[in-house]
């Protein structure tokens, strides 16, 4: 009995030197987020890239951490902002999305939900983090170096990304990625032998999309004004992460640096680019549609698939929207929220929303929220996209008219790459994307003509 004793005690004495490691750190977090809301945003931004992989080695719902550390920092910033912060709210970006967030909260009345458990946990990533990161952003970046910090940061965890893929492909999957791909993810991860790096992000499409945006923008970056150490950094940074792209084996990804270049070529204002550009995207497009150039290699030839009309996973998920379709016919405002994909499987498996894949980020908003949702919902994306592109159109700094044109064709490409997967509702493209679009509502405070010195006084005004 003693040796009974003395053991609890000592595994008492384990778990709550445990609990002090943990507890610790969680309340200095905590301090730093209510001092500094945009603290928190910060936070979720980084661990947004890591949190998918690191649930494979440690059993804690990071998705759900994430979602705290959002809702926290967004209510701090609406209570402790001042009047002008608040006023900064008064934009089209807060608009569009709160018009969102409250149809879809209106959902949890939707007659035809199965799940308000589902719901719960569907909604954070369909709308509700889009506007609290907007809100956040909104009141909070004022400063040109949240622009900096933000780039850069993304540039490191993307360079890292690459890296940890180059690993699983060169020398392969650890212990705790073999399990997760036993897991049931082989079927869509080992094609013909060959593995869809997935890195240390959710899956091989996410991944792969991730990469592609990254790619896009960092060379953006990197062909633009700017100093020749930033140059360097962000035009290796963009080979990489165009690499990582193709190691992925997502061939939706494609269409991220073809839809996302051009609209960067018509904000960008030089005509003979865009023409340049226009000849340089045919000309790629030729060589994968109509050669065999690279078929050799497993991963080019991957990615010519995408081009081919005839390819049987297209004709699937065809046959699939033909289900939506008769199914959705007589409900206007969808199945609920939460009913379709990976949260309908799991809180209502037997249904037929459940059970049919949606693949498309806005098949799932068509099946879940109806053709009322999907409506509201591309219409609020397209204006967005479309001021967006008249707001860089009229910055007069080449500098920064550049890096939000980069911004704005990484967004763009995300928004197209969404029809073949769930890209947009997914870390990190989530966040990445919902806090570009405030930075390039606040692209303003930054500008200035080529032969004027910055205007300190915009910095005090918000958009």
């Not at 507890?23 to 200095?28: D, E, K, Q, S």
């Not at 945006?213 to 960092?218: D, S």
């Not at 033909?322 to 929220?337: H, N, R, S, V």
Request: aromatic share 14%; glycine share 10%; hydrophobic share 50%.
């Amino acid at each position: 009995m003693a040796i009974v004793f003395g053991l609890l005690v000592a595994k008492a004495q384990f778990i709550g030197i445990g609990l002090i490691f943990i507890i610790i750190p969680l309340l200095i977090v905590m301090y730093f987020i209510f001092q500094y809301p945009l603290f928190g945003l910060f936070l979720a931004f980084n661990l947004a890239f890591v949190g998918n992989g690191l649930s494979r080695y440690i059993p804690i719902p990071f998705g759900l951490l994430l979602d705290a550390v959002i809702f926290v920092s967004v209510f701090l910033s609406l209570v402790k902002s001042d009047p002008s912060g608040r006023q900064s709210l008064n934009s089209a970006p807060f608009y569009v999305f709160f018009v969102w967030f409250v149809y879809t909260t209106l959902q949890v009345l939707n007659p035809q939900a199965v799940s308000l458990t589902a719901w719960f946990y569907a909604v954070r990533g369909t709308s509700f983090n889009f506007l609290f990161i907007i809100i956040i952003c909104l009141i909070y970046l004022k400063d040109k170096k949240h622009l900096e910090i933000f780039l850069y940061t993304w540039l490191a965890w993307s360079v890292l990304a690459v890296l940890w893929g180059l690993k699983q492909k060169m020398i392969g999957l650890d212990g705790a990625e073999n399990a997760w791909l036993a897991a049931g993810n082989a079927s869509t991860h080992i094609l013909h032998g060959k593995l869809r790096v997935f890195s240390f992000f959710s899956d091989a499409g996410q991944f792969g999309a991730s990469m592609a945006q990254a790619a896009l923008v960092f060379a953006i970056i990197a062909i633009g004004p700017g100093s020749k150490t930033k140059k360097i950094l962000f035009g290796l940074g963009g080979l990489l992460c165009l690499y990582g792209m193709l190691i992925s084996g997502t061939r939706g990804a494609l269409i991220v640096p073809a839809g996302g270049g051009f609209v960067y070529l018509l904000v960008n204002k030089n005509f003979k680019v865009l023409i340049l550009g226009a000849i340089v995207a045919a000309s790629a497009f030729g060589v994968l549609k109509y050669t065999y150039i690279g078929q050799g290699n497993y991963d080019i030839q991957r990615l010519r698939s995408a081009l081919d009309p005839e390819d049987a996973s297209l004709n699937v998920r065809k046959d699939n929207q033909k289900i939506f379709a008769k199914y959705l016919a007589d409900k206007p405002f969808g199945g609920g929220i939460g009913s379709a994909g990976y949260f309908g499987l799991r809180f209502s498996p037997d249904t037929l929303l459940a059970n049919t894949p949606t693949d498309s980020w806005y098949v799932r908003i068509w099946a879940e929220t109806g053709i009322v949702g999907l409506v509201i919902h591309v219409a609020g994306i397209l204006i967005i996209l479309g001021l967006g592109f008249f707001k860089i159109f009229n910055i007069d700094d080449p500098g920064l008219r550049n890096t939000m044109g980069a911004l704005l064709a990484g967004l763009t490409g995300i928004v197209l790459a969404s029809y073949g997967n769930s890209i947009i509702g997914q870390y990190p493209s989530n966040i990445i994307c919902f806090i570009s679009i405030p930075l390039i509502w606040k692209a303003y405070l930054w500008d200035t003509k080529p032969d004027e010195p910055q205007d300190q006084t915009k910095a005090s005004h918000s958009s």
